[in-house]
């Protein structure tokens, strides 16, 4: 079974709406909306996987936002807050090794995103002001 058709499978068994898939370039985006998730974006870019969520873009004022993102970057369980190439864009980053992957350690990185929005949404949305 190829890392796609893994990935592909262990998203399935986890019950998540795939809304596109690419299997040219092993791209998954899914939806789990009553989670705060929305076209999290899935590569398999071997050796790795990457789950990447937007979640803001960044305005003019910054003060005290990246401080604070950091801050949360130490309490979360798997993945972190990044800016993007452009650094207007935050988004939340994971990687898992594609070599071993199993269901419950994806499984654990999507939670731990599920975690982060839930309790740290109505900060994400002042932000996002």
Do not use: W
């Not at 893994?6 to 985006?29: H, M, N, R, S």
């Not at 207007?88 to 731990?112: C, I, M, P, Y």
């Amino acid at each position: 079974m190829s890392n796609f058709q893994k990935v592909k499978f262990y998203l399935q068994e986890l019950g998540y709406d795939i809304t596109t898939e690419d299997q040219a370039d092993e791209v998954f985006v899914i939806n789990a909306l009553e989670d705060g998730i929305q076209n999290l974006v899935i590569d398999c870019e071997a050796p790795i996987l990457i789950i990447e969520q937007f979640l803001f873009t960044l305005t003019k004022e910054t003060d005290g936002i990246f401080k604070n993102l950091l801050q949360k970057n130490r309490e979360i369980v798997h993945g972190a807050f990044a800016v993007d190439d452009t650094g207007t864009k935050v988004v939340f980053r994971d990687t898992l090794q594609l070599e071993n992957l199993d269901l419950n350690e994806l499984e654990g990185s999507l939670n731990s995103l599920k975690l982060l929005i839930a309790e740290y949404s109505s900060t994400l949305l002042q932000f996002a002001r």
